[in-house]
């Protein structure tokens, strides 16, 4: 046994390894490894920093001033758009029309109960064949009475008595034939008509119930064209001229109205002046639809426009953009401060720092940090994607 140790002692001896050699050697081999390939990536990323980054430039053009286009808020309304009620109370007996029906001018609406009135009219008219009576027999006795005071039978005492009578009876009679005609009149205003054709948009009051005067039983919207009424701020309100068109937004379309008016008061709840467009028919516009003034207006600021692209969020909410600046060793990206005024789709104007004819970096601005080498790859110019 002891024989066969020294023999294996022998054998590894022989061979020229040593045992630490296994253990050893491999972890040295993987750190030497490890270095070289270190030094490698470091040489790779120095090599890396040192050459430019491309990126896509488009040049700063300083403007005096820029459009923007003012939006004001208003509502449909028809041209008559009415509270129908009846002039006198009474009865309502019938509603002839329900809500959404259309109706001309003229037509039966609702009336209230006339038994009242019209026994009111028959004693008129019998108090009035009285007194027409009564007036012709007074005629006669007056042509009596002037007969004999031609020859001196009576006195002018009861020739006088028998004129102003006749006088008298005739006044009675004027007096009832304007009652009648006021009788006559309430009848009529008992029938409710339509002022004008439209449509019924309320209805308010149903068979047997009592209305005083005045009380409104239909609501009336007249059929046809329909007017805008926008608000508009009093120094936009001065820019308009009345017979002329402006755009409106309506029902995500827009159409061109004339302006008929622009009342000379503001509303002392919004401050703005009331416009009033005229609508064309063809719009079909329902009453009570709202409707959007758009106006263009200029705005006396020096700045420019950039791709919304070209922003970075800055600290404390401002916006930073990245100018390349160009000097003897390349280009470098330089933070500059930006204030956004407008946004107009993927552009907006700025005022800051910039000057006019500066590249900025339009898009890309993740990848770059300002002191960063680049190369500027110009862009096509603002103007031809309808930055203005």
Known sequence: MSHRLDTAFFD????????????????????VMGGLFCASQAQADATSEREPLPVLTTAYQVEPSYEREASYLGIVRAQRNTQLGFDLSGLVVDVAVAEGKRVAAGDVLATLDTSRLRNSRKVAEARLAQVEAELELADLQLKRQQTLRDTGAVSQENYDAARLRA???G???????????????ELDKSTLRAPYAGVIAAKRVSEGAVVAAGAPVLQLVESGSREAHIGVAAEDSRRLIPGQRYPLELAGREVQAQLRAVRPD?????????????????????????????????????????????????????????????????????REVVEVLEVRGEYVYVVG???????????????VVPGVAVVSVPGSSLADNGAR
């Open 167 to 169: 006088r008298a009876l």
């Open 266 to 334: 503001l509303d002392p709840r919004t401050l703005t002046a009331t416009a009033v467009f005229e609508l064309p028919e063809t719009t079909g516009a329902l009453e009570g639809e709202p409707v959007s003034l758009m106006l263009a207006e200029q705005v006396d600021s020096v700045g420019g426009w950039l791709p919304m692209a070209a922003l970075i969020e800055g600290e404390r909410g401002v916006w930073n953009v990245l100018r390349v600046h160009a000097s003897d060793g390349g280009e470098v990206a330089v």
């Open 171 to 185: 006044a009675q009679l004027s007096a009832i034939d304007a009652e009648l005609e006021s009788i006559d009149i």
């Open 353 to 367: 720092t910039l000057k006019d004819q500066e590249r900025v970096i339009a898009d890309g601005v993740h990848r």
């Open 12 to 31: 590894r001896r022989s061979s020229g390894a040593s045992p630490w050699t296994y253990l050893v050697l491999p972890p040295i081999l993987a750190v």
